[in-house]
């Protein structure tokens, strides 16, 4: 069975930092395709970096390029996003999921998510 648990959310403030973490079971993050995902409140499920394979560039959207980062922890089967720069209208539940997509994203019957671990951005 696989498992994704996303850990690392909580409350900053703006211009701060984050580490989101995402423990994966049953399966071998080495071997997929990986990514992060947000939904904000009222907005649309967005896919934020994306991760093809340890051989590929990562891909980011446009608004957290340069801020965002994704790797992988092949040790312990985790990927993290590091978060820097924070803004407000980051704030949102991020997932950790196999559909790997930057943009608008629809869940896939296929695809593994987490359960979401909350950021928010305030002063």
């Known amino acids: 069975q696989v498992q994704l648990v996303e850990s690392g959310g909580g409350l900053v403030q703006p211009g701060g930092s984050l580490r989101l973490s995402c423990a994966a079971s049953?399966?071998?993050?080495?071997?997929?395709?990986i990514g992060w995902a947000r939904q904000a409140p009222g907005k649309q499920l967005e896919g934020i970096s994306c991760?093809?394979?340890?051989?590929?560039?990562?891909d980011y959207e446009d608004s957290v390029k340069g801020r965002f980062a994704i790797s992988r922890d092949s040790g312990k089967n985790t990927v993290e996003l590091q978060m820097i720069g924070l803004k407000p209208e980051a704030s949102a539940v991020y997932y950790c999921?196999?559909?790997?997509?930057?943009?608008?994203?629809?869940?896939?019957?296929?695809?593994?998510w987490g359960q979401g671990t909350r950021v928010t951005v305030s002063s």
């Open positions: 999921t196999t559909d790997c997509f930057v943009g608008v994203l629809i869940r896939s019957k296929r695809g593994y």
């Open positions: 991760m093809l394979t340890t051989d590929h560039s990562p």
């Open positions: 049953g399966i071998d993050l080495d071997n997929h395709m």
